[in-house]
């Protein structure tokens, strides 16, 4: 079974610029996250899809960051304009989404973004 | 809402030693209780998680890991440890109920030396 995939795996970009991220889940899964992980710091979760429904975008700059999942399949995570403070790992996890004690989930290589 | 804290931020440990990651959570619900692995420039694996049931749990690698509810700890334990298990190690929390949002700790860099 095909794990997470996302790409890049590495960027960097100039503060102002744009950028965009992509990540396919596993097959079959219906909820996708994206994390963002700063060095020295745990994962936080940016924003929860339920097939193409927006979960939870609580913790999502919205000025900023965007996501889209829009056939419930592959997501993308855009930036626009990049700030110093994003320079970070964007973390792509997936889960089958039933939302019981067995949702366990799984995790992509990740995107490191460097933000000059 | 959770929280998860990882006193250690680093842990050097001989090769061959016992280890013991510590990770305390707060929460006024109920939780279920996750430790994950991530390797040099990879993504996060699951070690082992506490869904219910017995509070010491068994993972892959060897790692175990006893839920505490009265000390509202989840620490993470190996006997003996091997070169090949230098990474950082991520406790994190979530409610059983809901979206199962993770909450994660800041990590534990464990290096194990020769």
């Known amino acids: 079974e095909a794990g997470v995939a996302q790409s890049p795996r590495y960027k960097i970009i100039e503060k102002r610029q744009s950028v965009a991220f992509w990540c396919n889940p596993i097959?079959?899964?219906?909820?996708l996250y994206w994390y963002q992980q700063i060095l020295g710091q745990g994962p936080k979760l940016l924003i929860q899809?339920?097939?193409?429904?927006?979960?939870?975008d609580s913790q999502l700059p919205k000025d900023r960051f965007s996501a889209e999942r829009l056939k419930g399949v592959d997501s993308t995570l855009k930036i626009q304009p990049a700030k110093l403070e994003d320079s970070a790992v964007y973390l792509c996890a997936s889960s089958t989404g039933t939302f019981s004690s067995t949702d366990t989930q799984y995790f992509g290589p990740g995107t490191r973004l460097t933000v000059l | 809402a959770q929280s998860v804290t990882q006193l250690d931020s680093q842990v050097p440990v001989f090769e061959e030693a016992p280890v013991e990651l510590r990770c305390n959570y707060s929460s006024s619900v109920s939780v279920y209780l996750f430790w994950y692995v991530q390797y040099p420039n990879q993504g996060l694996q699951l070690l082992l998680k506490?869904?219910?049931?017995?509070?010491l749990v068994k993972g892959i690698n060897g790692f175990e890991a006893e839920f505490n509810k009265s000390q509202t700890s989840f620490h993470l334990r190996k006997p003996s440890v091997h070169i090949s298990d230098t990474a950082e190690y991520f406790c994190?929390?979530?409610?059983?109920?809901?979206?199962?949002?993770?909450?994660f700790g800041t990590g534990t860099r464990l290096k194990v030396l020769a």
């Open positions: 506490y869904l219910s049931g017995s509070t």
């Open positions: 899809f339920q097939n193409n429904g927006v979960v939870d």
């Open positions: 097959s079959g899964h219906a909820t």
């Open positions: 994190a929390v979530s409610k059983i109920s809901g979206t199962y949002k993770y909450i």
